[in-house]
């Protein structure tokens, strides 16, 4: 939804952008999102646990990859998107919880010198361990803004992420651009600017 996309760079915030590699406006939104100071993520498609009856995306890593298949589908993901300074992992409940596969995929961030954020789609991520064995910075997600995208849910979601934040001294939330988010965020952060003066 690139108007829709578009109109979440414009906020001012300090929001991040994650690209799925091989999407329609791919190149032209990581562009506009570092032309306005935004940060870039590949949002990586990795197989999930439904595979194959949910498909990750065009560019996903599949645990049926040789690793050299994985190591170029990884590499060829980079290059279609611009402007790059980290990975986050699109689903993946199968795939990131696969040590031997998450240290594949570290290898090349570390070459890359990239950060990751573990969405944390299962509770048996390996990618915190990964990440400490190539020593490639990471955090984790703490919080999903619009799993339900509901105006109220999402509401109780940001207040959920202040409390975190809050409780220990920084939370990272991920969030899609459905229409009800780009609305409760920029009442949310209109609200927060008329506090701060």
């Given amino acids: 939804d690139r108007p829709l996309a578009e109109k979440l760079i414009a906020l001012e915030a300090p929001l991040t952008f994650s690209v799925l590699p091989h999407s329609p406006h791919q190149?032209?939104?990581?562009?506009?999102?570092?032309?306005?100071?935004?940060?870039?993520?590949?949002?990586?498609?990795?197989?999930?646990?439904?595979?194959?009856?949910i498909q990750p995306g065009p560019g996903a890593l599949l645990s049926s990859m040789t690793p050299d298949q994985l190591l170029e589908e990884v590499e060829r993901n980079l290059q279609a998107v611009p402007y790059v300074r980290g990975v986050n992992n699109h689903m993946g409940s199968r795939l990131t919880a696969d040590p031997d596969r998450m240290n594949q995929v570290f290898s090349v961030l570390r070459r890359h010198g990239l950060f990751f954020v573990d969405s944390r789609t299962t509770e048996e991520s390996a990618c915190s361990s990964a990440a400490r064995l190539f020593?490639?910075?990471?955090?984790?997600?703490?919080?999903?803004?619009?799993?339900?995208?509901?105006?109220?849910?999402?509401?109780?979601q940001m207040a959920a992420l202040v409390r975190q934040a809050r409780r220990q001294g920084e939370a990272i939330a991920i969030a899609h651009p459905h229409p009800a988010t780009y609305e409760v965020l920029r009442e949310e952060l209109g609200r927060a600017s008329c506090r701060e003066r």
């Fill in 135 to 156: 020593q490639v910075p990471f955090a984790r997600r703490d919080v999903f803004l619009d799993h339900r995208p509901e105006p109220e849910f999402i509401r109780r």
């Fill in 27 to 53: 190149k032209a939104l990581a562009r506009l999102a570092h032309e306005r100071g935004r940060e870039v993520l590949l949002h990586l498609p990795m197989e999930p646990l439904e595979y194959p009856a």
